[in-house]
């Protein structure tokens, strides 16, 4: 089992009302005192992915590849997951400081700010067109739960 990582502050805090003889009314008054994050939804993360595709097509039609934009010594053709690692994760964590995308919270604008940012540069230094985010529902996917 794959152990979650929290605010040290929290853990501490929930092991010293686990010790207590009877730490029902102080963890009580601890849950009261938090909430959880409302993470990004399955469906925004859906969108993600499809972005990421849509950016890797549009990248690699206009011959931008890896090479051009990352490392000018190798020609190395976008996919979705090298979207995701070597454009969306570095200026995700630059603006947010979040290391994963599941950390992104669902109405905090985080997602429509990074795609905006990244869909500026890449149209001031690379000439690549305007990419809308895409807004899907969760009905827009295929049998095995991908997006259209």
Same mark, same amino acid.
Do not use: C
């Given at each position: 089992? *794959?152990? @979650?990582?929290?605010?040290?502050?929290?853990?501490?805090?929930?092991? %010293?009302?686990?010790?207590? $003889? #009877? +730490?029902? +009314?102080?963890?009580?008054?601890?849950? &009261?005192e938090v909430e959880p994050?409302?993470?990004?939804?399955?469906?925004? #993360? #859906?969108?993600?992915?499809?972005?990421? =595709?849509?950016?890797? @097509?549009?990248? !690699?039609?206009? &011959? *931008? %590849?890896?090479? /051009? /934009?990352?490392?000018?010594?190798?020609?190395?053709?976008?996919?979705?997951? =090298?979207? *995701? =690692?070597?454009?969306?994760?570095?200026?995700?964590?630059?603006?947010?400081?979040?290391?994963?995308?599941?950390?992104?919270?669902? !109405?905090? &604008?985080?997602? %429509?700010?990074?795609?905006?940012?990244?869909?500026? #540069?890449?149209?001031? !230094?690379?000439?690549?067109?305007?990419? +809308?985010?895409?807004?899907?529902?969760? &009905?827009? *996917? %295929? =049998? $095995?739960?991908?997006?259209k």
């Amino acid at each position: 089992m *794959k152990r @979650e990582k929290i605010k040290s502050e929290h853990y501490y805090r929930l092991r %010293d009302i686990a010790r207590l $003889k #009877n +730490p029902r +009314p102080k963890l009580l008054e601890f849950l &009261g005192e938090v909430e959880p994050k409302k993470q990004r939804t399955e469906s925004q #993360n #859906n969108a993600l992915h499809k972005f990421y =595709s849509m950016l890797a @097509e549009e990248l !690699n039609e206009k &011959g *931008k %590849d890896m090479r /051009v /934009v990352l490392k000018p010594s190798w020609s190395i053709w976008w996919t979705t997951e =090298s979207i *995701k =690692s070597y454009i969306w994760k570095p200026i995700m964590k630059a603006m947010t400081g979040k290391e994963s995308t599941t950390e992104l919270e669902k !109405n905090s &604008g985080e997602i %429509d700010k990074i795609h905006e940012m990244i869909m500026k #540069n890449l149209g001031e !230094n690379f000439h690549i067109e305007y990419i +809308p985010f895409p807004h899907l529902e969760e &009905g827009e *996917k %295929d =049998s $095995k739960g991908k997006i259209k």
